[in-house]
């Protein structure tokens, strides 16, 4: 169904919705909504309001309250509004009802990432692995929801299975996914071979929320020309390339990008392409140390990693973007003595996090990036030795 998706239509107008629920605060929810805001740009879409409302729990009809839905129909009425982008799952019923009161076509931050993720599937590995994601997350929405699936309008969130009229029926659906599930299956048999065939090198894999630099460390380490963009998700495909740090072979393979909310069928869908995590021997854990989230975002990897039973490797820690960090906590005034301090505490509070395994870089402006080579030739050299204790022939 990826061949057949439509065209995008360039810059669609959206609103952002947010809900604060207990044990959020407005700022959390703001922060959210800036990332929400990113992920529609990275699909096309430019932001041009949002709504947030206070409850305890999202309404099970409308997932915001009636006076705040009203409040969103009032602003829309009279602007040319494409789309409502909901920052939390909503279930089939409820996009019914919501765009049926808005009059707009409306998706939630799932239905985003899949857009996203649909466009960017390169190899037939990812666009099975897309699909798949797909239908598994539309199959609990068919209920009243075939409407909203059936418009030939295009834009974001009718991308792929959603856009053909002939599978209206739960029995087809749920088909379609067992015979996507047997062709990924066979997908992965190959990779698996084609994992086994790489012999006895270490496997090093690089992990990280989105948009935090891996793609340009990756080019930085192994001298390759990996696709690095400015956008969320800019690769769904592992790239794997044979490195050598003074004479000391080793794989380096970059993944794709972890992010908060991520669609629970779709981490079951890439399970396959995280296999390259999961059988890595060291992970080194790429961190946006500038963004003013960074410790959420660790959490959501650690919590990823947790998932697929990754998370008791050896991992390094690579603090990215200190030029972005420096620049955002360093004005003109301050003296050399005072950022001085600044950087030192920043290094002994994550030196004391990480046992001592972390390092500090810039990769676009590649500082630091020697010693983050020394560091992890030493890993790799630690791990040669522990795996073949009678091997001399990588030192």
């Given at each position: 169904m990826i061949e057949k998706q439509q065209k995008i239509k360039s810059e669609e107008r959206a609103v952002l919705v947010g809900l604060v629920q207990k044990d959020q605060t407005e700022e959390q929810v703001q922060e959210y909504l800036d990332e929400l805001a990113f992920l529609a740009e990275t699909a096309g879409a430019h932001s041009i309001k949002r709504f947030t409302q206070k409850m305890q729990h999202p309404d099970s009809r409308t997932f915001v309250g009636k006076g705040k839905l009203e409040e969103i129909q009032q602003y829309i009425s009279g602007r040319n509004i494409d789309l409502v982008i909901f920052d939390d799952e909503l279930s089939g019923s409820q996009i019914t009802n919501i765009e049926k009161a808005l009059g707009v076509k409306t998706i939630d931050r799932s239905d985003l990432i899949l857009d996203i993720f649909a466009r960017r599937a390169r190899t037939a590995q990812a666009k099975v692995q897309v699909e798949l994601a797909q239908y598994q997350y539309l199959l609990p929405r068919l209920k009243g929801m075939w409407k909203h699936l059936e418009r030939q309008g295009g834009g974001i969130g009718t991308r792929g299975p959603g856009e053909t009229e002939i599978e209206t029926d739960r029995r087809i659906v749920k088909d379609k996914i067992s015979l996507l599930k047997k062709k990924l299956a066979e997908i992965d048999k190959q990779s698996f071979t084609q994992r086994k065939d790489r012999g006895e090198f270490i496997r090093?894999?690089?992990?990280?929320?989105?948009?935090?630099?891996?793609?340009?460390?990756?080019?930085?380490?192994?001298?390759?020309?990996?696709?690095?963009?400015?956008?969320?998700?800019?690769?769904?495909?592992?790239?794997?390339?044979?490195?050598?740090?003074?004479?000391?072979?080793?794989?380096?393979?970059?993944?794709?990008?972890?992010?908060?909310?991520?669609?629970?069928?779709?981490?079951?869908?890439?399970?396959?392409?995280?296999?390259?995590?999961?059988?890595?021997?060291?992970?080194?854990?790429?961190?946006?140390?500038?963004?003013?989230?960074?410790?959420?975002?660790?959490?959501?990897?650690?919590?990823?990693?947790?998932?697929?039973?990754?998370?008791?490797?050896?991992?390094?820690?690579?603090?990215?973007?200190?030029?972005?960090?420096?620049?955002?906590?360093?004005?003109?005034?301050?003296?050399?003595?005072?950022?001085?301090?600044?950087?030192?505490?920043?290094?002994?509070?994550?030196?004391?996090?990480?046992?001592?395994?972390?390092?500090?870089?810039?990769?676009?402006?590649r500082k630091n990036i020697d010693l983050l080579r020394t560091v992890v030739l030493h890993k790799v050299r630690e791990m040669y030795k522990v795996r073949y204790p009678y091997k001399t022939v990588y030192f």
């Open positions: 090093v894999s690089l992990v990280g929320y989105t948009n935090v630099g891996k793609s340009t460390l990756m080019n930085l380490l192994s001298k390759s020309d990996v696709f690095a963009e400015n956008k969320l998700f800019a690769t769904l495909d592992t790239t794997t390339r044979k490195v050598v740090f003074e004479n000391t072979p080793f794989l380096l393979s970059d993944t794709v990008g972890f992010i908060r909310k991520l669609p629970h069928h779709l981490v079951e869908s890439f399970k396959s392409t995280l296999d390259e995590v999961r059988e890595a021997d060291i992970l080194l854990h790429v961190v946006d140390i500038s963004h003013p989230q960074h410790e959420d975002q660790m959490g959501a990897v650690n919590k990823t990693l947790q998932e697929i039973k990754a998370f008791d490797k050896p991992i390094l820690t690579i603090f990215n973007k200190m030029d972005l960090y420096e620049e955002k906590n360093f004005d003109e005034w301050l003296g050399t003595d005072v950022k001085f301090e600044i950087l030192r505490e920043l290094r002994e509070k994550w030196e004391h996090h990480t046992e001592h395994n972390c390092v500090f870089v810039s990769a676009i402006e």
